[in-house]
């Protein structure tokens, strides 16, 4: 079995815990995702666009978590 | 979408359904954000509670929209609060004055902005007395304390989320679509009104302008919501711009008092044209708010983007900013004259109590009211700490405990009487703030005595301060708002929109009203006069350029020059040879000549109107 390895972030000597560069990054993917979201209608797909936004980060946090 | 509001709403104890769900979704992100803290092992889990508490906004995109200018705020307020620490580790006296000093600037900056904004910049003031002055025996700490405080914040920032999209709290955009439609029928309702009659009514002119700048916080709000959010944002900025634009120039735009008709100059056709240009101005406006409208509901970019630019007023907010940095200086040194062991916590709910009450209308009344409202809280977090979990140490009697308090504040806080709703808003913070939960729980009586009697204390010193250098008065700002009012007046500038600037002066009188201005009721006439001319003046400036003939630039020039020393003698002559020069009667020519007779006729009547006073 592969054992994934979890890189810290260090900034000036402060260890930023892994999990926050991912939540952080998926935010930031998020954010550039919108527009392309709103082109595609994302929010009339769903009866609930909140929790469907809330899982798609889910989804690409976990992503960057498995591939990063 | 908007059709469910039309339905009857479902009542449960005398409190609407929407209340309740609003209280359970509060108290639920609560119990999680106080889980996760624990099973993180934060040290500061009352401060996710706390950040529940502050977050508690009825709707989804309020809630995200201030819990990022929350998290904003605590950055800037630890980075500010490690300089300060770094800079004067070992020099008490100056760290005090510094936090001061650094306390004024954000309310400086709070009294710049509105919203979610200004309560970001207090917060980032304060932010700084809850961890530079709290560990002020510990500096090393300092880091640490920030850190533990940001994590707690993002806890209670996330539970507020998942609560808020799992339990479907309602949206803020559909709520904007429907209140900028209710507020632009009231906008039509107001122009028939005024046109018809030529009374100006300012019992409803004013509440509209009020009701359109107050939701200029709330637009940004739809920003965060979803994927279209920013496009509803400033679609719905658009719609508010345009129909502030709408209700000024229905105010302006009056029909011509008998008195002035019988002018040797106002020949009866001219009447006529001014009229149906009249007509016409108003019909375009109406179909500016109503296509801007249109793109809020289909969710299209608008063609263009208006801003709302809010008027600021540096002076005032370098005063205000001036008197909390003295407060805080003026406790600090009683605090240091004292020598009491837990001054420095005294003195961080001090610093939190002046800094959100900065950012009122009334800040001693602030003050007066968290003094009344600090016993209560105490209270209730002591009967909840000794008398109903008394010793308990699991986690679900805790949430269980936690259910009437947490519930009830949040239904206090969604009452229409603003003493009910300041209550539960201070409830929904002070309690888990007194109670302090942790991992275990110590239930020690002396500390909650100590924090509670600092606490109340604190507020108590707060108002002898505020009595001592009290805020700076109502007169006086509404007389700086005047002064600029009429500054502006005289020396028009064209950088902004003719829109954006009407926006920006009703913004003005929102700033006058806030300050008292209803009772104050020649001000409050000069304010609107001083409005009325400047969008008089604005809407003739905006045809003059449109006049683009060669042959007639020198006689908009002239007209330019007439509008800046009111002579209205000059603009009913170059009225005449515009209205001669013109090819039709909805030529540009014809309109700008229209637009200057009327203009003419109102700076008439306001003359007729101050002399009549002044006899």
């Not at chain 2, 109502?474 to 502006?488: F, G, H, N, P």
């Not at chain 2, 006049?547 to 170059?574: C, E, G, M, W, Y």
Request: charge should be positive.
């Amino acid at each position: 079995m592969m054992a994934h390895t979890f890189r810290e972030l260090v900034v000036g000597g402060v260890l930023v815990a892994p999990f926050v560069t991912y939540a952080v990054a998926g935010f930031a993917i998020i954010i550039v995702l919108r527009p392309l979201l709103n082109a595609v209608g994302f929010a009339r797909m769903f009866s609930h666009a909140a929790i469907a936004q809330l899982s798609l980060y889910v989804a690409v946090l976990c992503l960057l978590m498995l591939l990063f | 979408m908007v059709a469910t509001t039309a339905q009857q709403p479902f009542i449960l104890a005398r409190i609407p359904a929407s209340s309740w769900s609003f209280a359970v979704r509060v108290w639920l992100a609560t119990i999680l954000a106080l889980f996760v803290s624990f099973w993180l092992q934060l040290e500061a889990p009352a401060t996710a509670a706390v950040t529940v508490g502050v977050l508690a906004e009825p709707t989804r995109g309020q809630a995200l929209d201030k819990a990022g200018f929350r998290l904003m705020a605590t950055i800037a307020g630890v980075t500010a609060a490690i300089t300060i620490t770094g800079l004067f580790s070992q020099l008490r006296d100056l760290m005090l004055a510094a936090c001061a000093v650094w306390l004024g600037v954000c309310v400086f900056a709070a009294r710049l902005l509105d919203g979610y904004r200004a309560y970001a910049a207090v917060l980032a003031g304060y932010t700084v007395a809850i961890i530079a002055t709290q560990q002020i025996d510990n500096p090393q700490h300092v880091f640490q304390a920030g850190m533990e405080r940001g994590a707690a914040i993002a806890v209670g920032i996330m539970s507020m989320a998942l609560a808020n999209a799992f339990l479907f709290a309602p949206e803020r955009h559909s709520w904007l679509a429907a209140q900028l439609a209710a507020l632009h029928r009231r906008v039509r309702a107001y122009a028939s009104a005024t046109f018809q009659r030529e009374e100006d009514n300012s019992a409803v002119f004013l509440p509209l302008v009020r009701e359109i700048v107050g939701l200029r916080p709330e637009i940004g709000s739809a920003a965060l919501e979803s994927s279209s959010g920013s496009i509803r944002s400033a679609a719905a900025r658009n719609v508010a711009v345009g129909l502030l634009a709408q209700l000024q120039a229905a105010r302006v735009i009056k029909p011509v008092p008998a008195r002035s008709v019988d002018r040797q100059d106002y020949a009866p056709d001219v009447a006529a044209e001014t009229s149906a240009w009249k007509t016409r101005e108003l019909r375009r406006l109406d179909d500016d708010v109503r296509q801007e409208l249109l793109a809020l509901r289909s969710i299209k970019w608008p063609s263009r983007l208006r801003r709302a630019p809010l008027y600021l007023s540096y002076r005032n907010a370098a005063e205000s900013g001036l008197r909390a940095a003295l407060w805080f200086a003026l406790a600090a040194t009683f605090f240091v004259w004292t020598g009491w062991s837990a001054a420095s916590a005294s003195l961080s709910f001090l610093a939190s109590i002046a800094a959100l009450g900065a950012i009122t209308p009334n800040p001693r009344g602030f003050t007066v009211v968290a003094l009344f409202g600090a016993p209560i809280s105490v209270a209730l977090a002591g009967l909840l700490e000794f008398i109903l979990l008394d010793g308990t140490d699991a986690f679900p009697v805790l949430a269980l405990a936690l259910a009437p308090f947490t519930i009830g504040s949040a239904l206090l806080a969604t009452s229409h009487n603003p003493m009910w709703s300041a209550l539960g808003r201070i409830n929904l913070f002070a309690i888990p703030t007194m109670l302090a939960p942790s991992n275990p729980e110590t239930y020690n009586p002396q500390t909650f005595l100590f924090t509670s009697l600092f606490f109340v204390a604190s507020i108590a010193i707060l108002l002898v301060a505020q009595t001592l250098i009290p805020p700076i008065s109502d007169e006086k700002q509404r007389m700086r708002l005047l002064a600029a009012a009429r500054r502006e007046l005289q020396e028009a500038d064209n950088k902004m929109g003719a829109d954006e600037a009407t926006f920006r002066e009703a913004s003005r009188i929102g700033q006058f009203l806030s300050a008292g201005g209803a009772q104050d009721g020649r001000a409050l006439a000069d304010m609107l006069a001083c409005l009325d001319q400047s969008a008089m003046i604005r809407l003739c400036n905006a045809k003059l350029i449109q006049v683009t003939d060669s042959a007639l630039a020198p006689l908009a020039h002239q007209a330019s020059a007439a509008l800046a020393t009111r002579n209205t003698a000059t603009l009913r002559i170059i009225a005449r040879v515009l209205r001669e020069k013109a090819p039709h009667k909805a030529s540009i020519e014809a309109e700008t000549a229209a637009c200057l007779v009327a203009t003419s006729n109102a700076f008439d009547q306001d003359g007729l109107d101050s002399a009549q006073e002044a006899r």
